[in-house]
């Protein structure tokens, strides 16, 4: 058994098991990603959606989202995506393909790439390759 410690939770999981989260497994004694790439939501959506006051005002950004969460709100407007334990997966990509539509999208306005949707350090190890 090996423990997670990504989140607060800190699930102590069995071979293939995954965590709270539905995204990080034990995989041969390693916490890990159980599914890399995996994308739910991809969108261009305008800046002013995201909890950013005067940032960029009247840009866009590519929005993107997996499956998974290390929380369970109530409120959650995202419930759908991120409860959702993998059926809802669209697409796999790598982090370089993600990149490529991010620049292919400046013509529209894109400023960057926002992983949201649902809690993005749970897919950590994509986030970190998409960025480097």
Known sequence: ?????LCPHHCVLKEGQ?????????????I????YGAITSLSLDTIEKKPLYH????????SVGSYGCNM???FCQNYTISQDR????????TPE???E???DLKKEGNIGIAFTYNEPMISYEFIYDTFV
Request: net charge positive; hydrophobic share 30%; charged share 20%.
């Open 1 to 5: 058994m090996v423990r997670c410690d």
């Open 18 to 30: 995954t965590g709270f989260c539905h995204q990080r497994i034990n995989k041969e004694g390693h």
């Open 32 to 35: 890990g990603l159980k599914d």
């Open 55 to 62: 940032f960029y005002p009247e840009t866009q950004i590519l």
């Open 72 to 74: 369970k709100c109530p």
């Open 86 to 93: 993998g059926s809802s997966v669209q697409v796999h990509t």
């Open 97 to 99: 393909k993600l990149v």
């Open 101 to 103: 539509v991010a620049l």
